[in-house]
């Protein structure tokens, strides 16, 4: 994701740089230089061409058609109709859009806090804290297949380790965790906290070590306490990285997929966009039109965040 | 990393969606992967026009990449190959990419046959020329399949596309031991069915057992109430739909169903049917409404030859001459239809010599053919054959018999919110569907 953005920005920068000094250069630059750059530039160039424009413009267009994916002349324009199918004859639609509403305000409020907390404790040179800092990561590492196990473990019905310590396991009173459509999706979040505070602890752990330690001497010199040193001082000071996060946590909670894809196929409860959109598109259930539809719409709400975040980037360029 | 890559990534490996590079990689993958397959068929199949007497190999591509039914494949392909000294060149593809890939695939550079299934799906690529039609093989095999095969096999344009293979029928299992203990009879009414479950309720026992965590278990219980509320057509005409949803008919379905929901599994919408069938096992619930793959879970012998089965009672129609039993079998792609050898195989598959083959490898289904040997049978087997020789028509389940489209996202959550608070907009049924059917 951060590659990604940073190139359009490194490219901008560059280029407002490289301007007055241009004309020298080039003439500079021998045929082979030429070549070299220009295959340089050619590759990525093709690769974000073919990989990520071509196939959002064609997206983009099949969203206003009916197609069934097997001749090209089943093609049939269908003008708005797959849209206006998805917000007012989809009934999944709309809770899909609250549970990722729901998403992003768990993470912002719950997760990220919750990695900024174990970056600053683990950053206080406790003992142990480098395996303190694995154990936190891994679940960023683990494969879908295993976080699906894992968590069935602790949220099956009859066997799982939730109901079991809650004295429930095995009786009427036990509770469906994935099952029952009022607390499958906080189970589900659960799951996405765990994953997204270690990712949230390592960002912030890289910010932490950056901030430079005079500044916390000349707070405690001025006789702020710990409280005030870290808000006033620490956290204005790792600035670029709180973007970053925020951006993160955004598209995180846009992205969110895995987690129910895993456990019931993002169904019953479970509904998020992604999971509509990967339902529309590819396998049995394909529907061209609905599912380009439906992508077009998460499109739309991600170039929020990342128009965001590149203006921020920008702006910051231009002072 | 990001979304955005995640989408594209899913937005490239939509079939068809940059045609021209897609087949090209295809027929690049063809030429270097199946080079040899390739240079053997190409004396027959390949060369259009060219008499396919001649033609000594056939290739067949086959979704069941299982162990077992792998295994039963193979003894089909021998077999054959022995009798007829006709080679064939089995491409194995994992199931779910081959069901997922279909439409590339009969695009592309398809085998002469492959495995799928009867139903709309067959129907839908048989309507749009992508396969051969075998009245030629079925004027051989005919006499060997009962008229709802026959039924099953035929595409919208009355001829037939499908050589059967193997089928499994839909219906209640039960522990004859614990009923027997119980007192509990074999319901043939839907009255006798409610009450019967009234009685295991109070008797502390969930009564109907079910499990609708995956989606599609669910549609067995909505298939059986329909047709035998409104009949075998109109299971068929809706599931096209050539009928409305947003009719009384339809609803009265879901009404139906109303009288049963008390007494199925309130944990369902969490459970696999793995646990149903578990939990049948365990005694903890009466009787339970799935394919007859649900003996797979039972491991234990004398467990095994304590299940049994009857069929869906009857509610208002057609008594219980329409049971729901999905068949799988072969078909031929477009371009197998030039390669004679590939006709022969089709026709090898719907005999009892073909079909025998198979089942010394997975005698877990039942063969379609008739004189097919059933002296492997358990008891329980032969009263699934018996079922569905006895029936009149053959209802393939709803996903097969629908738009994928429309039982994957349309009635799949639609069954999942009926289960958890009984509510149904019949309306919006409609809807959807007219849109999904508007784009095939």
Same mark, same amino acid.
């Given at each position: 994701m951060t590659t990604g953005m940073e190139s359009p920005i490194g490219i901008t920068g560059a280029k407002g740089d490289a301007r007055p000094r241009k004309r020298r250069r080039i003439r500079l630059l021998s045929r082979t230089d030429k070549i070299v750059l220009s295959v340089m530039v050619g590759i990525p160039t093709l690769i974000q061409l073919v990989l990520i424009w071509i196939p959002t413009v064609l997206s983009i267009g099949l969203s206003f058609v009916r197609w069934?994916?097997? !001749?090209?002349? !089943?093609i049939k324009a269908a003008g708005v109709s797959n849209y206006s199918y998805v917000f007012k !004859?989809?009934?999944?639609f709309w809770p899909a859009v609250q549970h990722n509403v729901l998403w992003l305000v768990f993470l912002a409020v719950i997760a990220t806090p919750l990695g900024l907390l174990l970056a600053v404790l683990l950053d206080q040179?406790?003992?142990?804290s480098k395996i303190y800092q694995s154990i936190f990561f891994i679940p960023v590492m683990l494969s879908l297949a295993l976080i699906g196990i894992i968590w069935q473990l602790f949220y099956?019905? @009859?066997?799982?380790l939730l109901n079991f310590l809650l004295g429930? +396991?095995?009786?009427?009173? +036990?509770? @469906?965790w994935f099952g029952d459509s009022d607390v499958n999706i906080w189970a589900a979040l659960i799951a996405a906290t765990w994953r997204h505070a270690g990712y949230v602890m390592i960002l912030y752990l890289a910010g932490l070590k950056g901030v430079d330690a005079s500044l916390k001497e000349a707070a405690s010199l001025d006789g702020a306490n710990a409280y005030q040193t870290f808000f006033r001082i620490v956290f204005p000071a790792m600035r670029p990285i709180n973007i970053v996060i925020v951006v993160i946590t955004i598209i995180e909670s846009l992205r969110a997929f895995d987690i129910v894809y895993v456990i019931?196929?993002?169904?019953?409860?479970? /509904?998020l966009i992604s999971a509509l959109v990967i339902q529309n598109l590819v396998? /049995?259930?394909?529907v061209i039109g609905v599912g380009s539809a439906l992508a077009v719409i998460l499109l739309v709400i991600s170039l929020v965040p990342i128009v965001f975040y590149l203006s921020r980037a920008f702006g910051k360029e231009k002072v | 990393m990001s979304s955005i890559e995640e989408r594209f990534a899913a937005g490239a490996n939509?079939?068809?969606?940059?045609r021209r590079t897609l087949l090209k990689t295809l027929g690049v993958g063809a030429v270097g992967l199946a080079g040899i397959p390739l240079l053997s068929a190409c004396t027959g199949g390949?060369?259009?026009?060219?008499? *396919? $007497?001649?033609?000594k190999s056939l290739s067949f591509g086959s979704g069941s990449s299982d162990e077992v039914p792998k295994a039963g494949y193979k003894a089909v392909t021998d077999a054959f190959t022995k009798k007829s000294g006709i080679t064939v060149n089995t491409n194995v593809v994992p199931h779910n990419d081959f069901q997922n890939k279909i439409n590339t695939y009969l695009q592309g550079s398809p085998d002469d046959a492959f495995t799928w299934f009867a139903g709309y799906r067959m129907q839908y690529y048989a309507g749009k020329g992508l396969l051969t039609p075998v009245d030629d093989v079925w004027e051989k095999i %005919?006499?060997?399949?009962s008229d709802a095969m026959k039924k099953a096999s035929t595409g919208p344009d009355g001829k037939k596309y499908f050589v059967p293979n193997y089928n499994y029928p839909w219906g209640f299992f039960y522990r004859k031991s614990f009923w027997a203990e119980k007192g509990y009879e074999v319901p043939t009414t839907f009255d006798a069915l409610t009450s019967l479950s009234a009685k295991m309720q109070t008797d502390g026992i969930i009564p109907i057992e079910f499990a609708d965590k995956d989606g599609w278990p669910a549609f067995g219980t909505f298939d059986y109430i329909n047709m035998r509320l409104n009949g075998y057509q109109f299971h068929m005409d809706l599931t096209a739909h050539? =009928?409305?949803?947003?009719?009384k008919k339809v609803s009265d379905v879901f009404d139906t169903w109303k009288a049963l929901l008390p007494y199925q599994n309130p944990g369902a919408l969490g459970m696999t049917w793995q646990d149903s069938a578990k939990s049948l096992g365990d005694k903890k619930s009466g009787m339970y409404l799935l %394919?007859?793959?649900? $003996?797979?879970?039972? $491991?234990d012998p004398a467990l095994l030859a304590d299940i049994d089965f009857f069929p869906f009672p009857e509610i208002? &129609? =057609? %008594? &219980?001459? *329409?049971v729901e039993a999905p068949i799988d079998g072969l078909l031929l792609s477009k371009k197998g239809g030039q390669n004679q050898a590939a006709h022969d195989f089709l026709a090898f598959m719907g005999t009892a010599e073909g079909q025998d083959a198979y089942a010394s490898k997975d005698p877990s289904n039942i063969a $379609?053919?008739?004189? *097919?040997?059933?002296?492997?049978?358990s008891p329980l087997n032969k009263k699934c054959a018996d079922v569905i020789a006895g029936a009149k028509s053959i209802s393939q389940f709803f996903d097969r018999d629908a738009l994928p489209a429309m039982a994957n996202n349309v009635m799949l959550p639609a069954l999942q919110g009926f289960i958890k608070d009984g509510s149904i907009d019949v309306k919006n049924l409609e809807a959807q569907a007219k849109t999904l059917y508007a784009a095939q």
């Open positions: 069934n994916g097997l !001749d090209l002349s !089943d !004859d989809y009934p999944p040179n406790i003992r142990g099956q019905k @009859d066997n799982g429930t +396991a095995g009786t009427p009173q +036990a509770v @469906d019931n196929r993002g169904t019953n409860g479970l /509904e396998g /049995e259930g394909q | 939509r079939p068809g969606l940059d390949s060369a259009p026009g060219a008499s *396919a $007497t001649a033609s %005919g006499p060997n399949f050539k =009928e409305s949803w947003d009719q %394919g007859s793959f649900v $003996t797979q879970q039972f $491991t208002a &129609m =057609e %008594g &219980m001459d *329409a $379609t053919a008739k004189g *097919a040997d059933q002296s492997n049978f």
